[in-house]
Protein backbone atom coordinates (compact mmCIF):
# COMPACT_ATOMS: atom_id res chain seq x y z
CA UNK A 1 0.00 0.00 0.00
CA UNK A 2 1.01 3.66 -0.25
CA UNK A 3 2.23 5.23 2.59
CA UNK A 4 4.14 8.51 3.37
CA UNK A 5 6.25 9.16 6.31
CA UNK A 6 7.37 12.07 7.58
CA UNK A 7 9.17 11.47 11.09
CA UNK A 8 9.75 15.27 12.06
CA UNK A 9 6.84 16.28 13.37
CA UNK A 10 8.28 19.54 15.09
CA UNK A 11 11.93 21.20 13.79
CA UNK A 12 12.90 24.02 15.66
CA UNK A 13 15.80 26.07 14.40
CA UNK A 14 17.23 30.08 14.18
CA UNK A 15 16.80 32.05 11.33
CA UNK A 16 19.74 31.86 8.32
CA UNK A 17 20.14 28.03 9.73
CA UNK A 18 19.75 25.14 7.02
CA UNK A 19 17.12 22.73 7.91
CA UNK A 20 16.42 19.69 5.95
CA UNK A 21 12.88 17.97 6.04
CA UNK A 22 12.90 13.99 5.86
CA UNK A 23 9.96 12.27 3.41
CA UNK A 24 10.00 8.37 2.91
CA UNK A 25 7.76 6.87 0.60
CA UNK A 26 6.26 3.03 -0.40
CA UNK A 27 4.89 2.41 -3.22
CA UNK A 28 4.49 -1.02 -5.68
CA UNK A 29 4.31 1.18 -8.40
CA UNK A 30 7.22 1.93 -10.85
CA UNK A 31 5.25 5.32 -11.98
CA UNK A 32 4.76 8.02 -9.57
CA UNK A 33 4.84 10.98 -8.48
CA UNK A 34 5.93 13.07 -5.30
CA UNK A 35 4.70 16.65 -4.47
CA UNK A 36 6.02 18.85 -1.66
CA UNK A 37 3.16 21.26 -0.09
CA UNK A 38 3.65 24.36 2.81
CA UNK A 39 0.69 25.23 4.85
CA UNK A 40 1.50 28.84 6.58
CA UNK A 41 -0.45 29.65 9.55
CA UNK A 42 -2.70 31.18 7.56
CA UNK A 43 -4.10 28.11 6.89
CA UNK A 44 -4.10 27.53 2.67
CA UNK A 45 -2.08 24.70 1.22
CA UNK A 46 0.60 26.27 -1.29
CA UNK A 47 2.08 23.69 -3.82
CA UNK A 48 5.73 24.05 -3.86
CA UNK A 49 7.48 21.25 -6.39
CA UNK A 50 6.56 18.11 -8.35
CA UNK A 51 8.65 14.76 -8.97
CA UNK A 52 8.44 12.30 -11.37
CA UNK A 53 10.09 8.63 -10.35
CA UNK A 54 12.04 8.80 -13.48
CA UNK A 55 13.68 11.83 -12.76
CA UNK A 56 16.46 12.06 -9.91
CA UNK A 57 17.78 15.19 -10.59
CA UNK A 58 17.99 17.27 -7.69
CA UNK A 59 16.28 20.98 -8.01
CA UNK A 60 17.38 23.54 -6.45
CA UNK A 61 15.00 27.13 -6.48
CA UNK A 62 16.07 29.48 -5.10
CA UNK A 63 16.53 28.76 -0.99
CA UNK A 64 14.68 25.19 -1.73
CA UNK A 65 16.24 22.68 -2.83
CA UNK A 66 14.88 18.72 -3.39
CA UNK A 67 16.94 15.55 -2.80
CA UNK A 68 15.25 12.38 -4.67
CA UNK A 69 17.00 9.15 -3.91
CA UNK A 70 14.96 6.17 -5.18
CA UNK A 71 17.26 3.49 -3.72
CA UNK A 72 16.12 4.81 -0.36
CA UNK A 73 12.42 5.73 -1.33
CA UNK A 74 13.39 9.60 0.03
CA UNK A 75 12.21 12.98 -0.96
CA UNK A 76 13.80 15.38 1.31
CA UNK A 77 13.45 19.07 1.05
CA UNK A 78 16.02 21.84 2.58
CA UNK A 79 15.39 24.86 3.04
CA UNK A 80 18.95 27.15 3.32
CA UNK A 81 19.34 30.07 5.06
CA UNK A 82 16.18 30.10 6.63
CA UNK A 83 13.85 32.64 7.21
CA UNK A 84 10.78 33.76 9.56
CA UNK A 85 8.51 33.37 6.93
CA UNK A 86 9.23 29.66 6.07
CA UNK A 87 7.32 28.95 9.32
CA UNK A 88 5.12 26.52 8.43
CA UNK A 89 3.68 22.92 7.93
CA UNK A 90 5.47 21.30 5.61
CA UNK A 91 3.53 18.20 3.60
CA UNK A 92 5.64 15.83 1.39
CA UNK A 93 3.01 13.68 -0.93
CA UNK A 94 2.72 10.70 -3.30
CA UNK A 95 0.19 10.06 -6.22
CA UNK A 96 0.50 6.97 -8.35
CA UNK A 97 0.50 6.51 -12.24
CA UNK A 98 -3.15 7.16 -13.79
CA UNK A 99 -4.97 4.26 -13.87
CA UNK A 100 -4.79 3.58 -10.50
CA UNK A 101 -7.16 6.33 -9.03
CA UNK A 102 -5.70 8.17 -10.62
CA UNK A 103 -5.01 12.08 -9.28
CA UNK A 104 -5.37 10.76 -5.11
CA UNK A 105 -2.81 12.32 -3.38
CA UNK A 106 -1.56 10.52 -0.18
CA UNK A 107 0.00 12.80 2.16
CA UNK A 108 2.90 12.12 4.82
CA UNK A 109 1.58 13.70 8.14
CA UNK A 110 3.37 17.11 7.93
CA UNK A 111 6.44 18.20 9.45
CA UNK A 112 5.97 21.40 11.28
CA UNK A 113 9.30 23.94 10.95
CA UNK A 114 9.52 27.12 13.33
CA UNK A 115 12.19 29.20 12.65
CA UNK A 116 12.65 32.03 15.40
CA UNK A 117 14.75 35.73 14.88
CA UNK B 1 -8.42 36.53 -9.35
CA UNK B 2 -8.52 33.48 -6.92
CA UNK B 3 -7.48 30.33 -8.58
CA UNK B 4 -10.09 27.70 -6.32
CA UNK B 5 -12.25 29.71 -3.73
CA UNK B 6 -14.44 28.23 -1.25
CA UNK B 7 -17.65 29.44 1.13
CA UNK B 8 -18.24 29.69 3.98
CA UNK B 9 -14.44 30.43 5.38
CA UNK B 10 -15.84 29.61 8.48
CA UNK B 11 -19.07 27.55 9.74
CA UNK B 12 -19.56 26.77 13.14
CA UNK B 13 -23.31 24.40 13.40
CA UNK B 14 -24.86 22.56 15.91
CA UNK B 15 -25.16 18.59 16.13
CA UNK B 16 -27.77 17.33 13.58
CA UNK B 17 -28.23 20.42 11.10
CA UNK B 18 -27.37 19.87 7.11
CA UNK B 19 -24.99 22.14 5.96
CA UNK B 20 -23.09 22.84 2.40
CA UNK B 21 -19.40 24.20 1.44
CA UNK B 22 -19.12 25.56 -1.66
CA UNK B 23 -16.33 25.13 -4.01
CA UNK B 24 -15.45 27.01 -7.51
CA UNK B 25 -12.22 26.92 -9.66
CA UNK B 26 -11.53 29.38 -12.21
CA UNK B 27 -8.37 27.57 -13.84
CA UNK B 28 -10.67 25.74 -16.64
CA UNK B 29 -9.25 22.39 -14.73
CA UNK B 30 -11.56 19.51 -15.52
CA UNK B 31 -10.44 17.90 -12.13
CA UNK B 32 -11.88 18.76 -8.18
CA UNK B 33 -11.00 16.90 -5.10
CA UNK B 34 -12.40 17.21 -1.05
CA UNK B 35 -9.68 16.52 1.01
CA UNK B 36 -10.22 16.36 5.09
CA UNK B 37 -8.18 17.88 7.50
CA UNK B 38 -8.34 17.10 10.91
CA UNK B 39 -7.30 18.37 14.35
CA UNK B 40 -3.78 16.89 13.98
CA UNK B 41 -3.42 17.88 10.73
CA UNK B 42 -3.69 14.79 8.72
CA UNK B 43 -4.93 15.32 4.63
CA UNK B 44 -7.15 12.38 3.32
CA UNK B 45 -9.15 12.49 -0.01
CA UNK B 46 -12.57 12.11 0.18
CA UNK B 47 -13.78 12.34 -3.43
CA UNK B 48 -13.14 13.62 -6.90
CA UNK B 49 -15.20 14.68 -9.66
CA UNK B 50 -13.79 14.48 -13.11
CA UNK B 51 -15.58 17.21 -15.49
CA UNK B 52 -18.57 16.36 -13.32
CA UNK B 53 -18.29 12.54 -13.11
CA UNK B 54 -17.36 11.25 -9.83
CA UNK B 55 -14.66 9.00 -9.72
CA UNK B 56 -12.98 8.44 -6.31
CA UNK B 57 -15.62 7.63 -3.72
CA UNK B 58 -13.31 7.07 -0.36
CA UNK B 59 -15.32 5.72 1.84
CA UNK B 60 -16.81 8.60 3.32
CA UNK B 61 -20.29 7.96 5.22
CA UNK B 62 -22.80 8.69 3.12
CA UNK B 63 -23.55 11.80 5.49
CA UNK B 64 -21.39 13.31 2.80
CA UNK B 65 -22.66 13.88 -0.48
CA UNK B 66 -20.61 15.97 -3.05
CA UNK B 67 -22.02 17.56 -5.97
CA UNK B 68 -20.74 18.67 -9.06
CA UNK B 69 -23.30 21.17 -11.31
CA UNK B 70 -20.37 21.92 -14.00
CA UNK B 71 -16.63 21.23 -14.11
CA UNK B 72 -15.73 24.94 -12.05
CA UNK B 73 -17.94 24.16 -8.97
CA UNK B 74 -17.53 20.90 -6.52
CA UNK B 75 -19.72 21.66 -3.55
CA UNK B 76 -20.32 19.25 -0.36
CA UNK B 77 -23.25 18.54 1.11
CA UNK B 78 -22.94 17.11 5.08
CA UNK B 79 -26.43 15.34 6.45
CA UNK B 80 -26.83 14.93 10.47
CA UNK B 81 -23.31 17.00 11.74
CA UNK B 82 -21.38 15.17 14.15
CA UNK B 83 -19.02 16.27 15.98
CA UNK B 84 -16.40 14.33 14.21
CA UNK B 85 -17.10 15.69 11.49
CA UNK B 86 -15.32 19.10 12.78
CA UNK B 87 -12.50 19.52 10.90
CA UNK B 88 -11.01 21.97 7.58
CA UNK B 89 -12.03 20.79 4.15
CA UNK B 90 -9.84 22.06 0.99
CA UNK B 91 -11.39 21.73 -2.26
CA UNK B 92 -8.72 21.60 -5.19
CA UNK B 93 -8.39 21.18 -8.69
CA UNK B 94 -6.24 19.72 -11.20
CA UNK B 95 -5.90 19.83 -15.09
CA UNK B 96 -6.84 16.49 -15.75
CA UNK B 97 -7.22 13.37 -13.49
CA UNK B 98 -3.88 12.19 -13.94
CA UNK B 99 -2.05 11.02 -10.91
CA UNK B 100 0.75 13.48 -12.65
CA UNK B 101 -1.31 16.70 -12.51
CA UNK B 102 -0.29 19.10 -9.72
CA UNK B 103 -3.42 20.27 -7.23
CA UNK B 104 -4.01 23.53 -6.42
CA UNK B 105 -6.18 23.71 -2.40
CA UNK B 106 -8.48 25.99 -2.19
CA UNK B 107 -8.00 28.56 1.29
CA UNK B 108 -10.39 25.80 3.20
CA UNK B 109 -12.88 25.78 5.24
CA UNK B 110 -12.81 25.66 9.38
CA UNK B 111 -16.31 23.45 9.79
CA UNK B 112 -16.93 23.23 13.51
CA UNK B 113 -19.65 20.96 15.28
CA UNK B 114 -20.79 21.76 18.73
Known amino acids: AQKVTQAQTEISVVEKEDVTLDCVYETRDTTYYLFWYKQPPSGELVFLIRRNSFDEQNEISGRYSWNFQKSTSSFNFTITASQVVDSAVYFCALSEAPGNQGGKLIFGQGTELSVKP | DTAVSQTPKYLVTQMGNDKSIKCEQN?????MYWYKQDSKKFLKIMFSYNNKELIINETVPNRFSPKSPDKAHLNLHINSLELGDSAVYFC?????????????FGPGTRLTVL
Open chain 2, 27 to 31: LGHDT
Open chain 2, 92 to 104: ASSQVSGAADTQY
